[in-house]
């Protein structure tokens, strides 16, 4: 990716009104690399005379190019900043308005969905803390692991859902999961959560099968690590259904409702 991006911008400053800010700008996208992006070590580059503005739109004008098509079409089992099941649009790690010699270079481009691009992240990089700014799926290391759960917020009858770093990150680390959370989740992470609390008496049920009972906590536990597991091949470790299933399954008092309302349920007959 770095000689790629190195190949573009030098092809772009053979253009006009570019070629004098060609050394600065390099520069700019090397301290981008060797600080992985971070916002509290990467400080904006000023050119002069201003160019911020023609910067900003180069993304525009070439967005439609083979360049920026490769990033949307990404094959991606799960948005790499949020986890919902929609892929498909690209976001800037650090926002354009904010940095924008780095409208264009691809590192800076990370494929997202359309909540994070239209959600309340907008132009947010970071928080005030050193640990608090946006996980960046090509420099950290950590996003390939697992991160975080859903909690599950009582009286279940009316349950609310909670995202939260997993126990056991280191205290940094935890801080940096916790900011990335709060900033790119926003209602339809809850929809989604709601749908999958409401629908899953059923799945017990139909799992179960036929008129047994669905017996308490030991079979209804097997399920959802098993519903864990299709979501973690399925989705991707930090997908919003993995961490609604991580979640359920460290909550006995959840899964024991769940359970339970799945007693009442009857098997949805297999179609014919
Ligand atoms: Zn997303």
């Given amino acids: ?32 690399r060797s600080h992985k992006g971070n916002p509290w070590h990467v400080a904006r580059t000023n050119f002069i005379p201003d160019v911020s503005k023609q910067q900003t739109d180069l993304y525009e004008s070439r967005s439609s190019s083979q360049w920026f098509v490769k990033i949307r079409r990404m094959q991606l089992k799960s948005c790499p900043m949020c986890g919902s099941s929609v892929t498909g649009t690209v976001d800037h790690y650090l926002p354009k308005e904010d940095f924008p010699e780095f409208s264009v270079m691809a590192a800076n481009l990370v494929p997202a969905c359309s909540h994070c691009n239209s959600g309340k992240k907008g132009r947010t990089f970071r928080g005030v803390t050193p640990n608090e700014r946006f996980l960046h799926p090509y420099f950290d290391t950590l996003a390939g692991k697992p991160l975080w759960l859903t909690r599950i917020i009582p009286p279940y009858e009316a349950a609310q859902f909670k995202a939260a770093p997993l126990p056991g990150l280191s205290a940094n680390n935890s801080e940096l999961v916790n900011f990335h959370l709060r900033h790119v989740l926003g209602t339809q992470f809850d929809r989604n959560a709601e749908n999958l609390w409401a629908t899953y008496p059923q799945y017990l049920r139909d799992e179960v099968g036929g008129s047994a009972p669905v017996s308490p906590a030991a079979r209804a536990r097997k399920e959802v690590a098993s519903s864990l597991r299709t979501s973690i091949s399925t989705s991707g470790a930090n997908s919003w259904n993995a961490s609604f299933f991580r979640g359920l399954l460290e909550d006995d008092g959840a899964r024991k409702y769940l359970a339970r309302a799945a007693r009442t349920l009857t098997a949805t007959p297999l179609p014919l």
Avoid: E, G, S, V
């Fill in 1 to 32: 990716m770095a000689a790629n991006d190195d190949a573009y911008l030098k092809k772009l400053c053979d253009q006009r009104p570019w070629p004098p800010h060609r050394a600065l700008w390099q520069m700019a996208y090397t301290n981008y």
